[in-house]
């Protein structure tokens, strides 16, 4: 049973660009979440996601961050408009029901020059 | 968000029992506490995590106080591949599934 995937492993973007960060859950999870980890920092929760649906996105920025989890296919955090803070780790983690243990990928590291 | 207090560091031996403290005196009937640990550049690996009693997996022990209020994680044997930092996670089964990460312990492992 393949973990949790996230691709890609190393993003690099300009100021400005757009950043689209896949997550494949583990087989037979349906929840994901998204966690993000500044240098030198803690995790931090973003968003909590349900096939279709967000339910929590209590620790999402107000602009330019959006996350999905369509009925096929991976979850996509899609960062807009790049800035030099949004340089960090970003990791996933999914579960197989609400509250079960999370499983986490092994990460994406965005660096925005 | 229930709050989890750890100490920042701690070091030991290779081969020799670790023994990770927290306390968690503001838990509630209904949080699990959680154990996960991240070496270095990987993301968060699940450890262990209990309710009321203790628990043993292949990876380590959870030893949870009568009154619920702290906990202890127990490597048997470390090894160098265990230095990490260690969070200990109250999750409350209730409320929002998010998992709320303090600093941690740094645990590291002399040879």
């Known amino acids: 049973n393949a973990g949790v995937m996230q691709n890609p492993r190393h993003l690099v973007r300009r100021r400005g660009q757009e950043a689209r960060l896949r997550c494949s859950p583990m087989?037979?999870?349906?929840?994901v979440y998204w966690y993000r980890q500044l240098p030198e920092e803690g995790l931090k929760f973003m968003v909590y996601?349900?096939?279709?649906?967000?339910?929590?996105e209590s620790g999402m920025p107000k602009e330019r961050f959006s996350a999905e989890f369509p009925k096929e296919g991976p979850s996509i955090l899609r960062i807009q408009q790049v800035v030099r803070g949004d340089s960090a780790a970003y990791f996933c983690?999914?579960?197989?029901?609400?509250?079960?243990?999370?499983?986490f990928g092994p990460g994406t590291r965005l660096t925005v020059l | 968000d229930a709050k989890t207090t750890q100490p920042n560091s701690m070091e030991s031996n290779e081969e020799e029992p670790v023994h990770l403290p927290c306390n968690h005196s503001?838990?509630?009937?209904?949080?699990?506490i959680h154990w996960y640990r991240q070496l270095p550049s990987q993301g968060p690996e699940y450890v262990i995590h209990?309710?009321?009693s203790n628990v043993n997996n292949r990876m380590a022990s959870l030893a949870i106080a009568e009154d619920r209020k702290s906990s202890t994680l127990i490597l048997h044997r470390a090894t160098l591949r265990d230095a990490a930092v260690y969070y200990c996670?109250?999750?409350?089964?209730?409320?929002?599934?998010?998992?709320?990460f303090g600093q941690g312990t740094r645990l590291t492992i002399n040879p």
């Open positions: 983690a999914s579960s197989p029901n609400r509250a079960d243990t999370q499983y």
């Open positions: 087989k037979g999870h349906s929840h």
């Open positions: 996601l349900q096939k279709e649906n967000i339910i929590d």
């Open positions: 503001t838990i509630s009937g209904t949080d699990y």
């Open positions: 209990g309710l009321t």
């Open positions: 996670i109250l999750l409350i089964i209730q409320g929002a599934q998010k998992l709320v």
